[in-house]
């Protein structure tokens, strides 16, 4: 079985799903699964994005010291997408002074020493030289979801910061691949653009999920006081915190006098379809423009009520068909997926030794 539609390029909107064997060293770093490649190319996907920590090839202590044999589970990875046609996006979830996940502090801060910041590149030239003869079934996705700068800090990572690291990651990468596509992310959790970058071979990658109180609700990852009853759909919240913290996060980001705007959301309270269509409007403009914008992560978590979280998805989907967005759902199989969700009030198909909720699958299959 081989396949080569694969590409990440043009306008096609390559769809699928983040698999999260390796994003997280501290809970789990296990090999990636063929049958995950397979069911995904059988159901009609052709893109994956592998959100990892650096923490499962090397570690801060001795960051230039790699795991041979983790790195091959990463290979076997990107051999498996080039034979099942699906187009591997490999991310760093954690990465050399930064993750968002702020369960671990780094000993350094990628925003502000130099000596991360050397790091991350030293890591992103060995994957850039690992797989400089790969064709362009690969991607590099460089950071997960800039946002404050350590756990713990009130410090927002800036546009600024941001393109400083960025840019001095992309030069390593370019001296060794110039034509590989590189991912980046936008500002506060992926929710901002970065503004155009001259190079034809650089995507944006967006993430989608608001309002936090439909898409993480009782999410106990999350630093919220979950009192509040079930939402349903369209959501109609007393006070839209979800607007104002964007707001202001805008600010924090692009910072005074900036020619940088988003969509003013301030009369807006109801999160419905049209909502969806204003705030994904700065991703359709780009793409527009463009051409290279991919959603990377999006999805609800299993406490939300099934009913509730097929009604978000399928608002979040048909604004990403309208603006020719492709995306990644967060995530194949645990909570926010489609395989061994555990929700409670779903009717889970038995299904190849695992519990597949069918209603999301054909929802996803239509997106």
Request: hydrophobic share 40%.
């Given at each position: 079985?081989n ?36 069911l ?25 010291a ?8 990463i ?7 080039q ?15 930064y993750?968002v ?23 992103w ?24 700068h ?9 546009l ?34 970065v503004?155009?970058i ?12 608001s ?5 993480h609700?009782?999410a ?14 369209p ?28 969509p003013d ?32 992560e ?16 399928s ?8 603006a ?12 926010f ?16 030794g ?9 929802l996803?299959?239509?997106?």
């Amino acid at each position: 079985m081989n396949h080569t539609g694969n590409r990440l390029s043009g306008r096609a909107r390559a769809r699928g799903f983040n698999l999260q064997e390796k994003f997280n060293a501290t809970l789990r770093n296990d090999p990636f699964r063929e049958e995950d490649f397979e069911l995904m190319a059988e159901w009609g996907f052709d893109f994956v994005r592998l959100p990892m920590s650096y923490h499962c090839w090397s570690s801060p202590e001795n960051w230039t010291a790699l795991d041979e044999g983790c790195l091959k589970e990463i290979d076997q990875a990107v051999a498996w997408g080039q034979e099942y046609g699906i187009h591997v996006s490999l991310n760093f979830h954690r990465a050399p002074g930064y993750s968002v996940n702020r369960s671990v502090e780094e000993p350094f801060c990628l925003w502000t020493d130099d000596e991360a910041l050397e790091a991350f590149c030293y890591h992103w030239r060995h994957f850039a030289e690992r797989y400089q003869d790969v064709g362009d079934g690969v991607s590099f996705d460089l950071l997960n979801e800039p946002a404050f700068h350590a756990p713990g800090s009130s410090r927002f990572v800036s546009l600024a910061e941001w393109r400083r690291v960025y840019e001095q990651a992309l030069a390593v990468i370019r001296e060794v691949s110039p034509e590989r596509v590189v991912l980046v992310e936008g500002g506060a959790w992926g929710s901002l653009p970065v503004g155009r970058i001259d190079d034809p071979f650089v995507w944006q990658s967006a993430h989608l999920y608001s309002p936090l109180a439909v898409t993480h609700w009782r999410a106990p990852f999350i630093e919220i006081d979950w009192t509040s009853e079930a939402p349903d759909w369209p959501w109609n919240p007393d006070t839209d915190e979800d607007w104002e913290a964007r707001a202001k996060f805008a600010d924090l980001f692009y910072g005074s006098g900036t020619e940088f705007s988003i969509p003013d959301e301030s009369n807006a309270s109801v999160w419905d379809a049209a909502r969806f269509r204003r705030r994904m409007r700065v991703w359709a403009d780009e793409q527009r423009v463009s051409g290279r914008v991919h959603v990377g992560e999006f999805g609800v978590f299993n406490e939300t009520p099934h009913g509730v979280s097929l009604e978000w998805l399928s608002g979040a989907l048909d604004s990403f068909r309208e603006a020719e967005l492709g995306w990644a759902l967060w995530e194949l199989r645990g909570p926010f997926g489609v395989l061994d969700s555990e929700r409670k009030d779903v009717a889970y198909e038995d299904f190849k030794g695992m519990r597949l909720d069918r209603r999301m699958l054909e929802l996803l299959k239509n997106g």
